[in-house]
């Protein structure tokens, strides 16, 4: 049995989380019966929803438990089996934790997806390829539904849904422009990643001064936004938001730690007659097979080119989620775990 | 030529507006030309969406310009006619505006309707059986897309929109919540509109007081809400909103004057994956025939029992105003104009 070594929530945050709200356990990895498998994780996967979790709050999912591994994406292989259904060297996603290793019971629906990695680098299906891929084309298509020609803007744009999300506006004829902190990040999203724009909101003090940026970057006003961030960024895009806009709400990292960041304009929905939709990709399983494809596609191509965070060894995770949370990842925020 | 009393906008509010803004002027009557009629306005239709108009702010419809007669809903009857269209004594619904007469083209489309007063008083047709209903039917219908046994919250539930929206909401076989100010509007919608609950706003001192009342009106949570009013009553719904709750947003009166009113917690947009829409109801003109005659059928029954707030003569129309923008008024705000 090899030895697992996890990371824990060991208490809540007060308000902004630390280092001190996790901890680092060893133990051994349980022998397995009938129908399980055995992951190495070889990356796992750091996403902003995971402070929201740690919060004891009502909210779409149950809270992380205090005293459990933190819960997350992870890919790997498998590298014991008793399931038909896998064999060592496999390479599988699923939700293995923040841990080295994980025990699936592999007949669970949705557990463990065995992967092809010909074409796609295996950590890909944690971010373009993956969740926060799906992310961006749930939202892109079913709730902005962009029309060839519109404008859609983007916050949070060098990230993993930011990334993909450009992407694939810019494949249905769209001026794609990203909203992203700094030029390193800027350059990127737009020499890289192919939008058009980018606006550099760290250069702006408030909503009214970023939103006369927005105003040169979208001449013709916004058409679609895609929500990352909340706060500042999301008023100063509401602001240039063109009648029957669209906005498809699915983060809203500014406001996690506890303090409710407020909407500071929200006649504009009134008054431009805006469709404000909240939603969570895990609740829309049905797209995740066409969603997919098409991202499968694109970084299979070259198109979409994903950036990624690499923190090395699983005791680095606190801190980089914690940095992840203040926007010093650069791409998909991922750690080397074997 | 009658003589014609007409009510200007004289100047724009600066914050506040306030009876200086408005001029009270007489002229004559122009002489019709080939296609005219001279209207003779019975009453003149007060609305929050004024107030909007009042600021030179971009927004859903050109502002009202300054030195030109208040434009508003009126009905009334033709007193003289130069079109085979219309007879002397016809009953009429147009936007004849501020004043005791109005000239209408009356071959231009929708500029003048006539109507049938033998089941609906004529005040009707600027509230319940007028654009206030079809706003609420439209929110109600088109929005919030109620089914049965779902518990469906309004603000400003004494008003025009607000008491056909709970009387659209019944019919449907849902319960019906109020929200209204004082006990006398609060009696009047439960005991003659029929909502299951009405919460009196003007108990409570903020946002999470009135939130708690709302939970015991609503024991399975709300599931579409219509919102009138914007502010701390908004939040408060927002704070019991169910999972993939909905919100037509059509009017935010607390934001009239100039000062935005933030949205306390637009979290919960995507906790609760909301849809949030606003709407303007002259922009969907193929529901009127339908929704019409369901409010007409509601009112000729008598299950919809509009209040009016009646203010005598057009001089007084300035006052009234400003009392229905604070709440004042009590159901439907006309001015009696002869």
Redesign the interface.
């Known amino acids: 049995m090899p030895k697992n070594k996890q990371i824990l929530l060991d208490n809540r945050p007060q308000g902004e989380a630390s280092a001190s709200n996790f901890k680092l356990v060893e133990s051994d990895t349980p022998a397995l019966t009938e129908g399980e498998v055995l992951v190495r994780h070889h990356f796992l996967s750091l996403d902003p929803y995971m402070r ?1 979790r740690m919060n004891d709050a ?3 999912a149950a809270p992380q438990p205090v005293g459990q591994v933190m819960q997350g994406g992870t890919v790997g292989e498998v590298v014991e089996s008793r399931s038909p259904k896998f064999a060592v060297g496999d390479k599988v996603v699923g939700m293995g934790g923040w841990q080295e290793y994980s025990v699936v019971a592999a007949d669970q629906p949705g557990a463990l997806r065995k992967v092809d990695t010909a074409h796609v680098p295996l950590s890909h299906y944690l971010g373009a390829v993956g969740m926060p891929g799906v992310t961006a084309w749930y939202g892109l298509v079913k709730i902005i539904q962009p029309k060839e020609g519109q404008t859609i803007v983007v916050s949070a744009a060098s990230g993993a849904v930011g990334s993909a999300l450009g992407t694939l506006a810019k494949a249905r004829g769209c001026r794609a422009v990203g909203i992203a902190g700094g030029p390193d990040k800027c350059r990127y999203v737009t020499e890289e990643l192919g939008f058009d724009a980018c606006v550099d909101y760290k250069q702006h003090a408030d909503a009214s001064s970023l939103s006369k940026a927005l105003k040169e970057a979208c001449p013709d006003g916004i058409h679609g936004y895609f929500e990352n961030v ?1 706060g500042m960024v ?1 008023d100063a895009v509401m602001l240039r938001m063109n ?1 029957f806009g669209r906005i498809a ?4 990292i500014a ?1 996690y730690d506890g303090k ?8 504009l ?12 990709v895990s ?1 829309h399983m049905e797209v995740w097979p066409q969603a997919l494809q098409e991202l499968g596609t694109l970084v299979g191509s070259g198109k979409l080119r994903p950036r990624e965070s690499v923190a090395q060894g699983l005791a680095s995770a606190p801190e980089a989620f914690l940095g992840m949370l203040k926007g010093r990842n650069f791409g998909k925020q991922l750690v080397k775990v074997s």
């Open positions: 929201g009502k909210s779409y909340g999301m009648a709400l699915c983060g809203m406001g409710p960041i407020p909407m500071a304009y929200p006649q929905i009134l008054t431009n007659r805006l469709t404000v939709e909240g939603f969570i609740e």
